[in-house]
């Protein structure tokens, strides 16, 4: 039980990491830099994202212990994995194509993320909401092993109120990178399965080595087994500390905000000495 909150956990912040990294750099050297709230919002949406691939698997976080309605996506998604699976798969492809099969695929990452897109072109907020609502609950969800607390889905439906009340825009300043955001999420999900445990088929439906749904992997040694003490002790901390970095780096106005407190602090804490 222990292992699945932490693994969680480790995809939620690489989700996290990347999102700062996207939004803070790659946005300004676009010509369009977004401002504290789109950068918070947009790695938010990656870290909930990068939860949605294990949709595939009966008890892992996204499914399991997030509502009903993910139970019955988890019963939707495992057939039709399995399903493109038997239909795609090459001579050597001899699994079932149930766990880390379509959800685990570049292709299936890009196409959603262009399907959210798509969908937000056509019908605007309601598919902004939704898709910023689950992100949001899933991301909380995936934290809640380090910071437990009051019902994730309720927190979820202030902060998504929060980005559509704050944000420049409001929600429909997210229409032109939502679905971006979620299918960076996907992918950064599916690579850290490939680093670390037994490989993604991030590569279908490219044929390698006679096979369509090859699972590409890091070099042996570096694979750990899933929610291993690596991951507790090492591989989780290190991305909360670079989330924490980046959040000062790359967040309009956090870094200002930071220094500004710890003046604060060091002021209080000479004001205690001086009266002792
Ligand atoms: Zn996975």
């Known amino acids: 039980m222990v292992g699945r909150k932490v693994l969680g956990v480790s995809h939620a912040l690489s989700g996290a990491a990347l999102g700062l990294g996207v939004a803070g750099f790659a946005a300004g050297w676009s010509g369009a830099p977004l401002d504290a709230g789109g950068v918070l919002t947009f790695a938010a949406v990656c870290a909930g994202a990068a939860l949605l691939p294990d949709l595939d698997h009966p008890s892992s976080m996204a499914t399991a212990r997030f509502s009903w309605a993910s139970v019955v996506a988890g019963r939707a998604v495992r057939p039709l994995s399995a399903l493109v699976y038997r239909l795609t798969r090459a001579p050597r492809d001899t699994g079932r194509g149930t766990h880390r099969g379509l959800t685990h695929t570049a292709l299936f990452a890009v196409g959603v993320g262009a399907a959210i897109n798509a969908a937000s072109a056509a019908w605007g907020a309601p598919v902004l909401l939704g898709t910023l609502f689950v992100c949001i609950a899933l991301a909380i969800k995936g934290l809640d092993a380090i910071v437990p607390g009051p019902p994730s889905l309720l927190i979820a439906a202030g902060l998504t109120y929060a980005v559509g009340a704050w944000m420049p825009g409001g929600v429909d300043g997210t229409a032109g990178w939502l679905g971006t955001a979620v299918t960076l999420g996907m992918l950064v999900h599916s690579v850290g399965d490939a680093v670390t445990e037994s490989g993604a088929p991030l590569l279908w439906p490219l044929p390698i080595r006679r096979r369509r749904w090859y ?51 060091g002021d209080l804490l000479a004001a205690r000495s001086g009266d002792g």
């Open 215 to 265: 699972p590409v992997g890091g070099p042996r040694p570096l694979r750990m087994r899933t929610g291993g003490r690596v991951e507790t002790m090492l591989v989780a901390p290190a991305l909360a500390l670079a989330v924490f970095l980046l959040v000062l780096l790359v967040v309009p106005g956090a870094g200002d905000l930071a220094l500004d407190l710890r003046d604060r602090v």
